[in-house]
C-alpha cells in the first residue's frame, strides 16, 4: 500500500485570519510506507507532529531523528527539506499539524534549532486533544472558529516554551532606564531609532545603558534594535496588501533596496522569496 493521506486535512485560512492570527493549514495523520521527501520552501509554516504508532526517521539539514511513539513531538520548518521516512519493509503513522502566523520566525527563533521536544506524558496528551478539537473545529467551521484555532494552537506552542523552560529563568528587578528604553521602542517600533538618541530618551548615559542591555537582555541596544525592527518587517510582509516598497517605507528605510538588503542579510531570503514562503 501507498502512503497515505487520506486523514490529512487541509485548509484555506481567511486573508484576516492569515494576517493576524495562528492560521492552520493542515491537520490530521498520516501513514508511510516509504519515505515522503520534501524541497525546501515547498509548503508554508511550521509542522508539529508525533508518532501514533511504527518507527522511522526524520532527516533535516545537519540532523537525523529517531521516530517512534513515546513522550515526543518533533517541530519541523517548512524553509528546509525533510523527510519522513518508516524504518525499511515497515510503516509510521504521524498525526499533527501545519500552521503559520505573523509572528512564526521569532516563535521559531526562542524555540531553537532543535526539532525534537520531550513533553510530559500528560501535556502531550492535551497537544492531542487541542488537535482533535482542531480538526473538529475546520471540519464544521462555525463562527469565530479561526479564533477558537488560535487560541489552541497558543496553548500548544506555550506547552513546547515550558519543555525548552524559556522562562524558567528567575524574575529579576531591571533599571528603570532599561524599561523606559524598551518601552520607547516598542511605543513606535517602526521609528529608525539611535542609541545616542533612545539613550537620552531613557535618562541614561550611552555606555550606562548599553551596559544595562548587555547584563539583562545579553544582547547590545544595536542588536535589540536590529531585532525589534526584523520582527516588525516579517509582520508587515504578511499583510499582502502593502508592496514591499510600502513595507520599506513604514520602517524608515531610505529604500526598496536597502530594506531587501537588510532583510537578506538577516534572513537568508529576499522579502518577495519571505512573502512567498507563507503563502499555501
Given at each position: 500500500?501507498?502512503?497515505?493521506?487520506?486523514?490529512?486535512?487541509?485548509?484555506?485560512?481567511?486573508?484576516?485570519?492569515?494576517?493576524?492570527?495562528?492560521?492552520?493549514?493542515?491537520?490530521?495523520?498520516?501513514t508511510?510506507?516509504?519515505?515522503?521527501?520534501?524541497?525546501?520552501?515547498?509548503?508554508?509554516?511550521?509542522?508539529?507532529?508525533?508518532?501514533q504508532?511504527?518507527?522511522?526517521?526524520?532527516?533535516?539539514?545537519?540532523?537525523?531523528?529517531?521516530?517512534?511513539?513515546?513522550?515526543?513531538?518533533?517541530?519541523?520548518?517548512?524553509?528546509?527539506?525533510?523527510t519522513?521516512?518508516?524504518?525499511?519493509?515497515?510503516?509510521?503513522?504521524n498525526?499533527?499539524?501545519?500552521?503559520?502566523?505573523?509572528d512564526?520566525?521569532?516563535?521559531?527563533?526562542?524555540?531553537?534549532?532543535?526539532?525534537e521536544f520531550?513533553?510530559?506524558?500528560?501535556?502531550?496528551?492535551?497537544?492531542?486533544?487541542?488537535?482533535?478539537?482542531?480538526?473538529?473545529?475546520?471540519?464544521?467551521?462555525?463562527a469565530?472558529?479561526?479564533?477558537?484555532?488560535?487560541?489552541?494552537?497558543?496553548?500548544?506552542?506555550?506547552?513546547?516554551?515550558?519543555?525548552?523552560?524559556?522562562f524558567?529563568?528567575?524574575?529579576?528587578?531591571?533599571?528603570?532606564?532599561?524599561?523606559?528604553?524598551?518601552?520607547?521602542?516598542?511605543?513606535?517600533?517602526?521609528?529608525?531609532?539611535r542609541?545616542?538618541?533612545?539613550?537620552?530618551?531613557?535618562?541614561?548615559?550611552?555606555?550606562?545603558?548599553?551596559?544595562?542591555?548587555?547584563?539583562y537582555?545579553?544582547?547590545s541596544?544595536?542588536?535589540?534594535?536590529?531585532?525589534?525592527?526584523?520582527?516588525?518587517?516579517?509582520?508587515l510582509?504578511?499583510?499582502?496588501?502593502?508592496?514591499?516598497?510600502?513595507?520599506?517605507?513604514?520602517?524608515?528605510?531610505?529604500?526598496?533596496?536597502?530594506?531587501?538588503?537588510?532583510?537578506?542579510?538577516?534572513?537568508?531570503?529576499?522579502?518577495?522569496?519571505?512573502?512567498?514562503?507563507?503563502?499555501v
Amino acid at each position: 500500500m501507498p502512503n497515505s493521506f487520506a486523514q490529512l486535512y487541509m485548509v484555506e485560512p481567511t486573508p484576516r485570519a492569515r494576517r493576524l492570527l495562528w492560521h492552520l493549514l493542515s491537520v490530521g495523520s498520516v501513514t508511510l510506507q516509504e519515505p515522503d521527501r520534501h524541497e525546501a520552501l515547498e509548503k508554508p509554516g511550521a509542522h508539529l507532529f508525533w508518532v501514533q504508532s511504527g518507527k522511522g526517521t526524520l532527516e533535516v539539514p545537519g540532523k537525523t531523528y529517531s521516530l517512534q511513539p513515546g513522550p515526543r513531538c518533533w517541530l519541523v520548518d517548512m524553509r528546509k527539506p525533510r523527510t519522513y521516512a518508516p524504518l525499511p519493509g515497515k510503516k509510521i503513522s504521524n498525526a499533527g499539524f501545519r500552521f503559520g502566523g505573523p509572528d512564526l520566525e521569532a516563535w521559531r527563533e526562542e524555540l531553537s534549532d532543535d526539532n525534537e521536544f520531550v513533553i510530559q506524558p500528560r501535556e502531550l496528551e492535551a497537544i492531542r486533544r487541542a488537535m482533535q478539537k482542531m480538526w473538529q473545529l475546520v471540519k464544521r467551521r462555525p463562527a469565530g472558529f479561526e479564533w477558537e484555532v488560535h487560541v489552541l494552537i497558543t496553548e500548544i506552542v506555550g506547552k513546547l516554551l515550558n519543555a525548552r523552560e524559556v522562562f524558567s529563568a528567575p524574575q529579576v528587578e531591571v533599571p528603570k532606564a532599561l524599561t523606559r528604553a524598551i518601552s520607547l521602542v516598542m511605543a513606535n517600533p517602526l521609528q529608525h531609532w539611535r542609541v545616542p538618541d533612545l539613550a537620552k530618551a531613557a535618562g541614561a548615559s550611552r555606555s550606562g545603558l548599553q551596559q544595562m542591555f548587555k547584563v539583562y537582555q545579553q544582547e547590545s541596544i544595536h542588536e535589540f534594535l536590529l531585532r525589534t525592527r526584523l520582527d516588525q518587517a516579517r509582520q508587515l510582509l504578511c499583510d499582502d496588501r502593502l508592496a514591499i516598497k510600502e513595507v520599506s517605507s513604514r520602517l524608515n528605510f531610505s529604500s526598496e533596496f536597502y530594506f531587501s538588503r537588510f532583510f537578506r542579510k538577516k534572513t537568508g531570503m529576499s522579502p518577495t522569496q519571505f512573502r512567498d514562503s507563507i503563502k499555501v
